[in-house]
């Protein structure tokens, strides 16, 4: 695989491993992300991408699975929902609401609603819908909401596979699946229902769905995940991580 080294002087090295590396936006607007979501972007106060958007939006548009690593405040969040918000909004058609379209799992309920919040903002005044669900309170009000319908949904791994259990939820729609905060998820423990849920018999195989996994550090335990469960990906880091 070719590595390309965009470091310069005085700035945060970047590095892009792997094959056929689209190159990095110096704008949001260069993206080909459409008037619709940069005016959600402007509302939302940012002008330039982080240095992890710049590099990782056109990866993830240009339909790759992406393994990226960036210090946590780097704007991970926005580098993946930009991308796939823009995916979504391009079909010609509405996509139904029945089953989740977009699913990512983070390992805190604090982190969720963050996810979930930043999404509602890029997708504000379309038709998509957004939901969150995390353990610690009773489930009823999320699977209401749930039911109501979901296009992108935000999940910790526990009460996702309580809800899949139960068969609130199956992946049989799943486009994007996104892993946020790899290392933190598999540091609280959460290695086991992460891979039920990235094998579940009704997930969409791996290189029919795009998968993007973000973390920190790149440590062995987040390298197997990686190797597991991305397909033919670019592998992104940001500042010297540590392993
Ligand atoms: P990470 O997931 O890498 O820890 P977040 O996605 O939570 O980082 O972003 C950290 C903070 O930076 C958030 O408050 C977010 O709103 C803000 N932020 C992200 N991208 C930009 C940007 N392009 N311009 C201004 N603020 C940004
Ligand atoms: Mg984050």
């Known amino acids: 695989a070719a590595g390309v080294n965009f470091c310069k002087l005085n700035e945060i090295p970047v590095t892009v491993i792997g094959d056929n590396i689209p190159q990095p936006i110096k704008s949001f607007a260069d993206a080909g992300i459409q008037q619709f979501v940069l005016d959600n972007i402007g509302r939302s106060g940012y002008e330039v991408p982080t240095?992890?958007?710049?590099?990782?939006?056109?990866?993830?548009s240009a339909g790759r699975?992406?393994?990226?690593?960036?210090?946590?405040?780097?704007?991970?969040?926005?580098?993946?929902?930009?991308?796939?918000?823009?995916?979504?909004?391009?079909?010609?058609?509405?996509?139904?609401?029945?089953?989740?379209?977009?699913?990512?799992?983070?390992?805190?309920r604090e982190l969720v609603t963050q996810i979930y919040y930043e999404a509602k903002k890029f997708a504000a005044g379309s038709y998509l819908k957004c939901c969150q669900i995390y353990g610690g309170t009773v489930?009823?009000?999320?699977?209401?909401?749930?039911?109501?319908?979901?296009?992108?949904?935000?999940?910790?791994?526990?009460?996702?596979?309580?809800?899949?259990?139960?068969?609130?939820?199956?992946?049989?729609?799943?486009?994007?699946?996104?892993?946020?905060?790899?290392?933190?998820?598999?540091?609280?423990?959460?290695?086991?229902?992460?891979?039920?849920?990235?094998?579940?018999?009704?997930?969409?195989?791996?290189?029919?769905?795009?998968?993007?996994m973000f973390s920190a550090t790149f440590a062995e335990d987040v390298k197997t995940l990686a190797a597991k469960y991305l397909h033919e990906y670019l592998f992104l880091t940001i500042g010297v991580v540590g392993g």
């Open 65 to 108: 699975d992406l393994m990226a690593c960036a210090q946590t405040g780097s704007g991970k969040t926005a580098a993946f929902l930009i991308p796939i918000i823009n995916a979504l909004l391009s079909d010609e058609q509405e996509l139904s609401v029945g089953r989740p379209h977009v699913l990512i799992i983070s390992p805190t």
């Open 139 to 212: 489930s009823s009000h999320q699977s209401a909401n749930l039911g109501r319908g979901c296009h992108i949904l935000v999940a910790t791994p526990g009460r996702l596979l309580d809800f899949v259990d139960r068969s609130y939820i199956d992946f049989r729609g799943i486009r994007f699946a996104v892993l946020d905060e790899a290392d933190r998820m598999l540091d609280m423990g959460f290695q086991e229902s992460v891979e039920k849920i990235m094998n579940h018999p009704t997930m969409v195989p791996t290189g029919t769905r795009q998968t993007l």
């Open 51 to 60: 240095s992890i958007q710049k590099n990782a939006i056109p990866i993830v």
